[in-house]
């Protein structure tokens, strides 16, 4: 496949990605919405779809749409090292593009929401404890199970260089949302599972440029963690796939 | 296929997802109902598996069940212009009929309600914010992500002018309805995810229609946003496909 | 099948439907449990997935666990009317059982419970607002819509004489536990959807012989509701099916 | 496979399962969580999907990762009692080992916890109602539900010796995922379901030996029945099984 195809690809995927679970955090941060206060299995079955949406349309390019993800390819000798760097630009292309749509979503709920500070929450993700080290070890382990899962599940071996899936059909991607949604209820308490550094910094990226009505800080201090703690684990699960047993 | 038996299958399909998209939002939304305040999710849910039930009845016309699904399709070259209005006619007339079906359902939960002027929000929607530009655009978008994924994703290309299904098994529009799942959680804020034509007009006329007990205005003065938006977003879905790179 | 394995299947599925679905009821109803108060999203859940693990479960007799599917499925001609009796007995028996299961399983919920007046909604269905023919009415679609789906869905025809399914596999019966989740989510609010004769009758007898502490009335005058009802449901699928133009 | 092959899996399968189950209940039971208190269907499905990828990760040894799987497949003469062993030792160190991960995801949130004896039941099970007889019994009814499926579901007789799956896919185990978020809806309201004994223990050992700060008593008086129980309930089911007649 061209770099240009993989490009348009993972930028189309990681959009729609975007679009939609920004677009679930608004619906329940938001006041004048229909999910509003919705709870937390809520936000996880918006992102667990948003991936299924987003990997279901970027099939051709293998359904990355997750840096930590090719990074782990890449270390697992399935995706060539010289395309990664074609994937990360169109990740993080589309993850800003897709957080721009979602705030056109929900604009005018922007304009009407009372608590503008508190809107950084849909964009990108924030410790509920603030502790650099733990909260990079809770990005690690979460990816980990990710990548973990994508390199070693059934219908892994099928699937050289993307997510696993169930043939080339339409349920195809479920089962990485379904695994996306536990590891969102397991593992995403203490920082907002990013999990993909394109996922956190894209859309921090829009908060910080688009006109949001008394907007607060990106809080860039924190940016780091979620795209070093993700990119660690999904490595170390790709080393792990490379020490285990052959079947 | 002959055109009475597309209008026959569209009408059942969307007959059973306005019964039961309808029924989910009167369980929800009435008082006197086990499900009374259920919040956004059990909606959410309602609806995508209400998608999955008229998807899977209406399989021999395509599972269009959807205007804005048929526009897109027949755009991307996918369904006959010539036989876009008997699918616009057999869901228009499926959608009224669900709509009176779901009424009938709760015809004695409508009649101990004691908000009757809050009763329009179980058969049509509304914006949490009216915002006629802002309202169309959410619809916009929110039915866009609906028909890429008809059109790109994996299954679509053995899917010639339908849905994209699992085979010819009983879980074969499951996906879809995680798609619709999604959409619901993630776009549905604003203004209730019509991302269908007839979902919203169809019922609509039925709520003007029906001798509800001190029933209020059907707000006929919105009644275009959830037309026009997803007829938009379908249209635009469908050009994206044609101009993407072939896979 | 001989008639002995019919009666055992059945029975079988039959049981562990009641076990589950009366189990989600006594977790959600009774104070000292972990699900009290859990919402009716979690009941559809239970009961959707109680009809996953009984019917696969009852795969070898076609999966029926429902007098009105199998009377649809005879009016449909693709069940033996002389196996009728067996299906019903095994189907009763099994969801006896069933709830004396349920209650064993809640024993010590049961004992500390404190209205125990309230416990007879764990084993049988109850209206909100009493109308026997609204609640027949209610009863009757939701069991159509269960019926019609068996008998039209996708994969409908590959499966003669029981429940569509995916292939001979372990989600086989995933969809139809989907149809029963949206079911309840959407027109379960008014009678708490039998939609199954046994699924009310036999824990119903269940309650009225059990030795459970300071229990209330069977209510017996609106025993025959959810029993006539998903059976008329049931039949009218039936015969829209042999209507319907050969696709 | 040799025995080592079979521990590293079970260990890995095992671990992931735990490290996801305990996070989902350490996200709704510690205060500085973004799912705190998010209620029982947020558990079930954090555990379900917990299973989904501990199973997944686990295919080549079978997936058992629970010793009343691997009891109830013995005996069911699927698995050779010589590994039943290896099967044991890899579950109880992999739960180990998971719920120690999972207490390094949240452990800023551990810290900053006001309940500190309250963070017991993220590790291991207790009952609602202290009853030795009938907890054992919950425990036993909810693994013989488990292990019955596994033995008697469509896909069972072609899957020897361990979980079934649908095909060498990625959805492969997304049944049994359903399975377990039915039983935990339905059956675990009494005791918190653990259903599997290593679950159960090998937490309530990390929990033994971490350094949690104020934390409480491990309750080891109980920790005998969610052994003993699903030992029970598992070799129940795999008797059914052999007296059932050949389909």
Not at 36 to 52: H, K, R
Not at 73 to 79: C, E, G, M, V, Y
Request: overall charge negative; glycine content about 14%.
């Amino acid at each position: 496949m061209s770099s240009g195809s993989i490009f348009v690809w993972e930028m189309l995927g990681t959009g729609i990605l975007i679009l939609m679970g920004a677009g679930v955090v608004a619906n329940v941060v938001l006041k004048d919405t229909l999910g509003s206060a919705g709870g937390w299995l809520l936000i996880n079955f918006g992102w667990g779809f948003a991936v299924f949406a987003g990997a279901s349309i970027a099939a051709p390019s293998g359904a990355h749409i997750n840096p930590a993800v090719t990074l782990g390819l890449a270390i697992a000798d399935k995706t060539p090292w010289s395309q990664v760097p074609v994937y990360f630009a169109g990740q993080m292309v589309g993850a800003f593009l897709g957080a721009v749509l979602a705030w056109l979503a929900y604009k005018a709920q922007f304009d009407t929401h009372d608590n503008p500070a508190g809107t950084r929450g849909i964009f990108c993700t924030g410790p509920t404890v603030p502790s650099p080290v733990w909260n990079v070890v809770t990005e690690v382990i979460g990816t980990f199970v990710l990548v973990a899962w994508i390199l070693l599940s059934p219908g892994a071996q099928e699937t050289e260089g993307g997510l696993p899936q169930l043939g080339n059909s339409a349920l195809g991607y479920a089962a990485v949302a379904f695994i996306v949604i536990g590891i969102g209820a397991s593992l995403g308490g203490p920082t907002g599972y990013a999990i993909n550094p394109a996922r956190d910094l894209g859309p921090r990226i829009a908060y910080a440029i688009l006109p949001i009505r008394d907007k607060g800080s990106a809080e860039w201090g924190y940016a780091w963690v979620p795209v070093v703690g993700p990119l660690i684990g999904g490595a170390l699960a790709a080393l792990l796939y490379l020490v285990l047993p052959v079947v």
